[in-house]
């Protein structure tokens, strides 16, 4: 009986402390709202590819294409590069061989670039097509007047399988019809480039 009475005294007492000196919870609340990033992007940076395919958003958006100077040669964007070494975009093949991607330095004549905000270019490959350019982290921003302009690129090639959906919205962001968006139906295996610097030569 001695025992059940102390071992009653005894929870009495715990649950009077734990009433008055409540301890720090086991689940805290977190924060609510925007959190800061921790992944090495700061906040404000651009959507990459996961979130396109909303046009208008991006438009209005503040980034690098608010402030890209004029296509000047000589002018760098990203990082900065020389033309030392660049091979000419008919070598390309040979660079990357049988491997799905190389670092390579590249030069060709940019064909067509976003319009939306400058987030991409394209450089015409030895068969005829074209390897789209895409700028890493999307930290840096290319004139939209670039087109024709010989450039030279630094960074990674790829070959990869690029969505329609992705297709069609760079379609879009280079000022085609409708009907020519609509045309677009399947997925396509190109060359892609990561470039962490570009270099306007003429």
């Known amino acids: 009986m001695k025992f059940f009475v102390s071992f009653v005294i005894v929870l009495v007492a715990i649950l009077l402390l734990v009433r008055f000196f409540p301890s720090a919870p086991i689940n805290p609340v977190l924060p609510v709202g925007p959190q800061k990033e921790v992944n090495g992007h700061g906040a404000d940076v ?5 979130t396109e395919g909303n046009v208008e958003e991006e438009e209005g958006e503040e980034g690098p294409s608010a402030s890209v100077r004029p296509a000047t040669p000589g002018q760098t ?4 590069i020389s033309p030392e070494g660049a091979l000419p975009m008919t070598a390309l093949p040979v660079a990357l061989g049988s491997r799905d991607s190389a670092q ?12 939306a ?7 015409p490959t030895a068969d005829g097509k074209q390897m789209r350019v895409r700028f ?4 840096f921003f290319v004139p939209k007047d670039l087109s024709g302009h010989n450039v030279v690129v630094s960074g990674w090639a790829h070959r990869s399988t690029v969505p329609k959906a992705d297709l069609q919205h760079y379609a879009k962001d280079a000022g085609k019809s409708d009907q020519e968006v609509a045309a677009i139906t399947q997925d396509e295996q190109q060359l892609t480039f990561l470039a962490d610097g570009v270099l306007v030569q003429d």
Do not use: F, H, N
Request: aromatic share 10%.
């Open 46 to 50: 651009p959507p990459g590819p996961s």
């Open 77 to 80: 964007y990203g990082a900065a």
């Open 104 to 115: 390579v330095k590249l030069v060709g004549k940019a064909s067509a670039v976003c319009q």
């Open 117 to 123: 905000r400058g987030c991409w270019m394209t450089l």
């Open 136 to 139: 890493k982290d999307y930290a």
